[in-house]
Nanobody
Framework: QVRLSDSGGGSVQAGGSLRLSCEVS?????????IAWFRQAPEKEREIVSC??????TYSDSVKGRFATSRDKGKSTVFLQMNNLKPEDTAVYYC?????????????????WGQGTQVTVAS
């Protein structure tokens, strides 16, 4: 069983920064797993923000150049560094994995989710 715990959200002014963390644990954790970050704003669908795999790291167009995803040396924690935050970045952010090596944009492809962490950006 894989468990994900995401944290690091908060409230910031526009232009500020936050760093989210996703701790991955469980008896079947593998550093080959792709880990994705999604977000969901009120009354909107859950959308992909970024995904890190062994091959590459991808970003949605809306965050490209402002957000950066990384993995620690032990591979058990994934970070989402968010810079130059905008009010439209306000959402609950979730990390997710499907114990697969490739990234998927469709949230329905992921079985394991963190509990979510709220990010609020004031204008």
């Amino acid at each position: 069983q894989v468990r994900l715990s995401d944290s690091g959200g908060g409230s910031v002014q526009a232009g500020g920064s936050l760093r989210l963390s996703c701790e991955v644990s469980g008896s079947t954790v593998s550093d080959m797993y792709a880990i994705a970050w999604f977000r969901q704003a009120p009354e909107k669908e859950r959308e992909i923000v970024s995904c890190i795999s062994m091959i590459k790291t991808t970003y949605s167009d809306s965050v490209k150049g402002r957000f950066a995803t990384s993995r620690d040396k032990g591979k058990s924690t994934v970070f989402l560094q968010m810079n130059n935050l905008k009010p439209e970045d306000t959402a609950v952010y979730y990390c997710a994995t499907e114990r697969a090596a490739v990234c998927e944009d469709d949230p329905g492809k992921y079985s394991y989710w963190g509990q979510g962490t709220q990010v609020t950006v004031a204008s």
